[in-house]
Structure formats: C-alpha cells, structure tokens
C-alpha cells in the first residue's frame, strides 16, 4: 500500500522528464522529442491505472506522502503526495485523454517547423497537471498550478509571430492571473489560521476536522466565517483556471494556439484544474453548511457562479461561427454545469462531469482540428459543409462526441453526467434557479451543436478548401476513433440507477429522488433542441457562405450581441482597461511633477552648499596644495604608460601579483 | 568522502567552464544561471538554507535577468549572437595565469592545518539571523541598502539615454537599434 | 589520499575562482568578463560558507551574515557593471573590451 503512494510522484515525473528531454534537443530531433513525451505519458497512464486500483480497495482512505521540503531555522514547509479515488481517477483520465492528444499531435503538427518545441511544451502542461493532481499540499498545488498557467501561455501563444495568438496567451495568462491572486491571499491565510498547508496529515491537515472545526468557529468582517473567506478566495482561483463569469474572456481567445492544445486546455488540463481544485477542498468550502446564521454559504457563490456561467456559454455558443469558437463557449457552459454542480453539494457529479467531458470535448476538438487540417485552416463553419461524404471518420467520430454533449438519451456519455447534476440540482434546497438554468441551457446546447454539425458536415461545400478536404492519417483518425468509444463507455460507471464511480469517490452520495419525471423531462428538452436546429439548419441547407444566418434574419440585434460575447471584452476594455490608463497617467503626473520637484529642490540645495565650499576652498586650502601637486605630476607621467586603458592587462597583472604575494607569504611563513 | 559535495562540485565546475569557452553569449548565460544553481545546492548541502535562497533569488533570478537583457540590448542584429573569437595568445596567457593562481591556491590549501574533524552544521535560524542583522549588524544592513539604492540610481543613470530632452515627454525612448 | 570535507569544498572554491579568472582574462566580450567576476565573487562566498560550516569556533550565524552582505554588494556590481556595459554599446556600437580604452589616463 505504501509503495504505491511512493510511486505517485513518478506520475508527473516522467513527463516533466520528457519536457526536459525536448528542451534539451536540437530541432531536428522530432523523433526523440515526441517519442520521449508519448512514452512517458503512456508509463504514467499505466502508473496511474495501477495507482487507481490501490486507491479503489479502500476509497475512504487518504493515503499521504508527506515530506520536509525545506527547514527554515524551527520551522518546516512540508510538502506531501495524496492517494484518494478523486487524484486516482483524474490521474487516468488526465493520462489518458493526454495520451491521445500527444498522438494526434503527431500528425496535426507534422509539418510545423517547430515540432520539438510544441512537444516540450505539451509535456510541461501535462506535467504540471499531474503535479496538482497529486498534491497533498495547497502550496504544491499552488506551484503546479502556476505551472499549468505557465504551460498555458507557451502553448496559446505557440504560434507567436501571430499577433492575434501573443495577444490571446498574454490574455489568458493575465486574466488567470488576477484569479491566482484571491489564490494566493485565501492560502496565506489558511497558513496563517491553521498553521500548515497539507491537506491531510493524520489529523493535522487542513482539510481535517480539527482545522475545520476553527476555521468555521472564527467570524470575520461582515459576520462570514473564516473558512467561508478562504473559500471564497479559492475560489476566485477555480474562476480564473475555469474560465467561469466573470473572468471567461481568456477560454475562447485560447483558440489561437494550435488544435491540440485547445484540445488540451479544454478537456484534460486547465480548465479542470479549477474544477478539480474546489473539488479537493470541497470540506473546507463546505464547512460553513452547518451554519445557520451567516449572511452567505461559500457553495451558494460556487452554485451562482456555475448558474450564470452555463446560461452564458451556451447563449453566446449559438451566435459563434467559429468552430473553434462555438466548442470554446460550450466548455464554458459546461464548466458552469460542474460548478453548479458542486455548488449544489454534489462534488461526485461534478467530478463525474468533469470525466465525461473531458473525452468529449477531447473528441470534439480533434474532430474540429481534423476538420481544420483537412480543410487547410479554414474554420468558419459559413465556408464549410458537405464534409460528411469526405470525411467519414471524423464524421461520425465527431457525431458522437455531439451526441455526448448534448446528452442523447441512454447511450452516450454526457446523458448520465448531466443527469447526475440535474438531480442534484433538483435536491438543493435553497433555490430552484440552478435547476431551471440548468435545463434551459440544455435545450440550447442540443440546439447550437446540432447547428454546427449541420453547417459543417451537410449540405454543400462552401469553398474551395471545403471541396477538396479529404479524411487524415491513421495518426489522427484512431485516437479519434478511441475516444469515440470512450464517449460512449464513460457514461456507464456513474449512471442514475448505479451510480458506482459518485459512491466511489463520496460513500455518502444521495441520489435525489424525482421519479422518471426529471429524466423525461430533460429528454423531451434534448429532443426539442434537436429538432429546432434542424427545422432551422437541417432542413434547408445554407446555399452559399455568405448567405445570413436564419437566426440572424429573424432577430438580427440578439444575434450580433451574441456573436460580440454580450460585450464583455468591450465592457473590460472600457472599464479595466481605461481604470488601468488613468492610473497610469496620475503616477506619470506624479512622478513628473511631486517626485521630479522634490529632487531638484535637493539638487539647488547640494548645489549652493557646494558653491560655499568651493570659495572656502580655492582661497583658503588650495595655495599650498597646488606646489606639492606639480611634483607629483610629474611622476604621473611616468606611471601613466603602464596604463594601457585595457581592462585585461590590469586583472592580469593584479592576478600575477596575488601569485607572488602568496608564494612570498608561503615561502616566508616556512622560515 | 561525500559524494553529494563531489556531483554538485564536478556539476558546477562543469557549467562554469562551458560558459566561459562557448561563443553564443545566450547559450553562456543560461549555463551559468546552472552554474549559479550549483553553488545554490551548495549551500543547501552545507545547511544554511536561507542563504541558499538568497543566492536563488539574487543570482538565479535577478543576476540572470539583467545579464539576459545586456545581452539582448547589445547585439547587433539577429545573428549576432556569437561573439567574434578571441585571440589564441590572450587565451594562452589567461590559462598560464590561472593555472598560477589555482597552483598557489591548492599548494596553500594544502599546506594549511585544515583537519578539522567532522561535525554537525550550525543551526542558525531565520529568527537568529534577523536578530543578528538587526542587532550587531545594524549598521552594516544600512550601508548595504544605501548602497543598494545608490547602485539602482547609478545603474538607471548610466543606461539612461542622453538625448532624452529632444524626445517627446512621456514616452520611453525607443531602442536605439534595429534588431 | 582522501581530503577533508572542508579541503574539499576548498577545492572547489578555487577551482570555481580560477575558472572566473580565466574567462574574465581570455574573453573580450565585456558581458563574459562581468560574468567571469561574478564567478570568482561566488567562490568567495563559497569560502566563507564552507569556514563557518567546518569552523570549530564560529559563532551561528556569522558566515551566514557575511555571505548575505557580499550577495548584496554583488547584485549592486552586478546591476551598475551591466549598465555600464549598455552605456559603452551605446557609445561605440560594440562591447568588445580591447576597443574600450579611452578612459587612460
């Protein structure tokens, strides 16, 4: 048992080890880079799977790692390694999903000059992915966490000598960063309340109930309980990381980087690293339920954020017209279902989501980067169409994955996981928002996705690199194909009637009872988005690419605002943006007039007392001075040939001196 | 013996060496930024962490930006990386001089009583050592931040462009290269 | 023949040292020859770290102190000798130290 745990670390090793392999290789070395990721990602799945079955023998346990990082004087930074079925199952999917996206990569980036590079950095982003996954400490967490940032802003901004791409990588390295922040200030405070940053620590750790126990009897400002301030704090990082309202801007910007790591960012590792954070301290967010009498529960924030974030995404998804784009604003709606989710106090659903999705919308953005390869980078689904016929594999691949997201009923994935949510949604007792939100974005996800298959695959091609699109290399086409299967399988771990992998991860988990009704409820909502795309998409195809969309002629106005995002990036350009030149100016005012006066008012002062004593000075000491100088100045003038200007005659000869100083003093010293 | 002082040694000698013969000053910079690691798990070795830190923050992390940034500031043109080679003479010299001086050092090492028996590190902690600067060396941590903050001002002044007042105010100046 | 630890780390100050010597005597780039001196200046601080680690009579904290300062002096050397680097770029459009004597006296 023991053993595993030591394993565990080995799980982000390998592929920071193949990340260092790639940085170290010249360009041509395609073959090692990308050989050495790929199978340090496949010796990690295979860890992980073994470290899944340790941790299913006994799911309760939190078995722990912890170690001394370093000592400072009496006191110690501890670090630590956690084995639980949440890091085990994230660990699979995380290698898995990786696994297949480091293979499609293969073929996706075959002919980019910088081939080495991108497989360096997939590494990299893998890695610290799992390092946060195993974390036993908030503060190695954190580390990996900025880490995955990091990887983040290499990766979106790959191809950097596009400026829209340097943009979007400075975009979501910033925008995630004002997160990290709330991050950073809740972990500050969590050391300084509890003293220790490791999760569980037999009975020391943060998330134990000793600690929670104090954080929750402590009141702050504004009546709220400690614990529910540092909550909220974390928080703040979970909604940078996740893309969630208000700081969703960066997720559909990240387009710009290459499919893979869209594929990436949105399945496997950054967007859940937020999910996945609030999950691993679900006790401390949690804590504060047992309170009556505060003005706010941090999980009613979470449930609030994931609401409005899941209305939003799945609005705006339907006036996109990017393929990429319309997929982007479908994570961010279904990131707001898991926060929902958790939220509504059903972390497992959450989780179980969270897995669903992952392969998915892994599969939805390989099919969407297959669809890009082959059409020779076109990605406006206006000047697509008619791929059905060429592209038979990633057609039906990518009808899966749609199938899975929209939650088709019974077979596919997505259906089970989103009826876990709804469920829970439908138990919380403290509104029913969630719950109505929650099915109205259903109703437009089944509705956006059957437009965008639409567009692409029926009907005519729309453009010349339509016309000639055919299907891809093995390389790209059999993870596909594997992730197609697992879109379907996924689902059958966690369904409402067996709900294994929710019992697994939380031996308290409830189905809420509801009868068939929910279910057939929100069947009848899939059917109904289906067959509303199609009446408008499916039945009479687009004719031409530039022909208006149906929506558009109907409500023109709605449509602009959606395909503008609502506005947001204009509200922060106008707001923040403006906030930020203003504060600049008064500091350049200030610098230029308040500091720069003060300064020349010293400079007058030094001037005038140098004034005083350069009188007292010619007059009275200098008659005497000026004889005895003029001898010297003659001896100068000998001196100054060995004074060549050049720096290194000088050391050198300092060097030779020290030589002979020293034999002098060590020949003298043996007298 | 201690193997761990031989690999950190042999590791950091290894990169400082490199550094000095390569001819791509960004390849040289980046390896003494190893270089300057070693001698950071030098001290670690040695047990006084905090120092080890410092020299983290100061060499890895300053000392490294602002030799990055000369680098980059001073060259020429994309492909002037490389530096031109440098004479065979000076470097002939150089060796016989250094060669001198590590023979003295080593003769003097060895020559000293320097059999000081095995012992535990000194455990200094962060609380003794701020007791320490604040207490018996006050003094001193106040010359070294007046020098400190000379050194920044100096720095700026000198760097600082001379044709400043022809420019419009406001702006920094542009490089004075094109790249 | 086997060395005492604290000869050993000796050792390797000097050797560190010499090697800040010898680029900072062979190269003409003044980048390298700043880096050279910043080489020789760590070996000192090596020094002072393996006397008060060995030391029989030190007192706790003194090499620590010792070494915190140079550290601080160093980034200052650091900082003004790289700005004086860019100001001799600027002046004469190369770095090379051989073309940089024109403050002879």
């Not at chain 1, 992980?48 to 078995?63: K, Y």
């Not at chain 2, 000095?20 to 670690?44: D, E, P, Q």
Request: glycine share 10%.
């Amino acid at each position: 048992m023991d053993s595993t745990v030591q394993l565990l670390w080995l799980i982000p090793a390998l592929p920071l080890l193949a990340a260092a392999i790639g940085a170290l290789t010249p360009r041509r070395g395609r073959g090692l880079t990308s050989g050495a990721a790929i199978g340090a990602m496949t010796i990690s799945l295979g860890l992980s799977v073994r470290v899944l079955i340790e941790a299913l023998r006994d799911p309760t346990a939190h078995l722990t790692l912890n170690f001394a990082w370093f000592d400072l004087g009496d006191a110690s930074l501890r670090l630590g390694f956690v084995l639980d079925p949440l890091t085990a199952f994230m660990c699979v999917m995380v290698t898995f999903v990786g696994l297949l996206i480091f293979i499609f990569s293969l073929g996706y980036m075959h002919e980019d000059a910088n081939f080495t590079r991108f497989f360096c950095f997939l590494s990299l982003f893998a890695a610290a992915m799992l390092g946060l996954l195993v974390a036993n400490s908030l503060l190695l967490l954190f580390i990996c966490w900025e880490l995955v940032g990091l990887a983040s802003y290499l990766l979106i901004g790959f191809w950097f000598h596009k400026p829209a791409a340097a943009a979007a990588a400075k975009k979501a390295f910033i925008t995630t960063r004002i997160g990290d922040l709330g991050l950073l200030l809740g972990m500050v405070w969590l050391y300084h309340s509890t003293g220790s940053l490791l999760f569980y620590d037999g009975g020391h750790g943060v998330l134990e109930t000793t600690a929670l126990a104090s954080l929750v009897a402590h009141t702050t400002i504004g009546g709220l309980a400690v614990s529910t301030a540092i909550g909220l704090l974390i928080f703040c990082g979970a909604v940078g990381k996740s893309g969630q309202f208000p700081l969703h801007v960066w997720l559909p910007d990240a387009m710009e980087g290459p499919t893979p790591v869209s594929a990436l960012i949105h399945a496997a590792t950054m967007v859940a690293a937020g999910v996945f954070l609030v999950a691993r301290v679900y006790p401390l967010m949690s804590a504060d339920q047992t309170l009556a009498n505060v003005p706010i529960h941090a999980l009613t924030v979470v449930a609030a954020i994931g609401a409005i974030t899941a209305l939003f995404g799945a609005l705006v998804a339907v006036g996109q017209n990017d393929i990429k784009r319309v997929l982007a604003f479908s994570t961010v709606s279904q990131l707001g279902y898991m926060m929902l989710a958790l939220g509504v106090g059903a972390w497992p659903a959450a989780i179980f989501h969270l897995l669903t999705h992952a392969f998915f919308k892994a599969l939805l953005f390989l099919g969407a980067g297959s669809v890009i390869h082959a059409a020779h980078h076109e990605q406006d689904i206006r000047k697509l169409g008619g791929l059905r016929g060429p592209m038979r594999v990633t057609f039906v691949t990518f009808g899966f994955g749609m199938l899975a997201l929209i939650g088709f009923p019974f077979l596919f994935s997505g259906f089970w996981s989103k009826e876990a949510i709804l469920h829970a949604a439908y138990g919380w007792h403290v509104s029913p928002l969630p719950l109505y939100v929650a099915l109205f974005a259903v109703v437009l996800t089944a509705f956006y996705m059957t437009r965008l298959v639409m567009e692409t695959f029926f009907g005519r091609a729309r453009s010349d690199a339509a016309n000639h699109a055919h299907e891809n290399p093995a390389t790209m086409t059999v993870p596909l194909a594997i992730l197609a299967v697992c879109a379907v399988g996924v689902g059958f771990v966690g369904t409402t009637y067996w709900p294994w992998l929710q019992r697994t991860l939380d031996p308290h988990f409830e189905i809420e009872e509801s009868g068939l009704g929910l279910m057939l409820l929100s069947i009848g909502l899939v059917a109904f988005g289906l067959a509303l795309g199609w009446t408008i998409y499916g039945r009479t195809p687009r004719a031409k690419a530039t022909a208006p969309d149906p929506l558009e002629t109907a409500a023109p106005r709605t449509f602009a605002a959606l395909g503008a995002r609502l506005g947001f990036d204009e509200l922060y350009a106008a707001t923040v943006g403006r906030l930020n030149d203003a504060a600049a100016v008064f500091a350049d005012v200030l610098d230029r007039y308040v500091w720069d006066g003060l300064v020349r008012f010293l400079a007058l002062l030094g001037e005038f007392s140098g004034v005083v004593n350069r009188d007292g000075d010619e007059d009275v000491l200098n008659g005497g001075f000026d004889a005895t100088s003029k001898k010297f100045r003659g001896a100068g003038q000998l001196y100054s040939r060995a004074q060549t200007g050049e720096i290194h005659g000088y050391l050198r000869v300092v060097a030779i001196g020290f030589v002979v100083l020293v034999l002098l003093v060590m020949l003298g010293g043996s007298r | 013996m201690s193997p761990a002082l031989i690999i950190i040694a042999l590791v950091t000698l290894a990169a400082a060496a490199v550094a000095m013969t390569l001819r791509n000053l960004i390849h040289s910079a980046l390896l003494l930024i190893g270089s300057w690691a070693g001698v950071a798990a030098f001290y670690l070795w040695a047990g006084a962490q905090f120092v080890a830190f410092g020299q983290v923050l100061v060499y890895v992390g300053a000392v490294s930006m602002i030799v990055l940034f000369a680098v980059l500031l001073t060259r020429r043109s994309r492909a002037d990386l490389a530096v031109a080679p440098d004479s065979l003479g000076r470097a002939l010299g150089a060796l016989l001089v250094g060669g001198a001086v590590l023979g003295v050092l080593f003769g003097a090492i060895l020559s000293s009583p320097l059999d000081v028996a095995r012992q535990p590190a000194p455990t200094v902690t962060v609380r003794a050592l701020g007791h320490e600067l604040m207490g018996p060396h006050a003094a001193a941590l106040l010359v070294a931040a007046v020098i400190l903050t000379v050194a920044l001002l100096g720095a700026v002044v000198i760097a600082a462009t001379d044709e400043e007042k022809n420019r419009p105010p406001g702006r920094s100046a542009p490089p004075n290269d094109v790249a | 023949m086997s060395f005492s630890p604290l000869q050993l780390c000796l050792f390797f100050s000097s050797a560190l040292f010499c090697i800040g010597l010898v680029g900072a005597l062979s190269r003409s780039n003044a980048i390298l020859v700043l880096l050279g001196i910043e080489l020789m200046l760590n070996a000192a601080n090596l020094n002072f770290i393996a006397f008060w680690r060995y030391s029989p009579t030190a007192s706790p904290a003194t090499g620590v102190i010792f070494v915190i300062f140079s550290i601080a002096v160093a980034a200052a050397e650091a900082a003004v000798g790289l700005a004086l680097v860019i100001a001799i770029y600027r002046h004469q459009r190369s770095i090379r130290l051989q073309e940089a004597t024109r403050l002879k006296g």
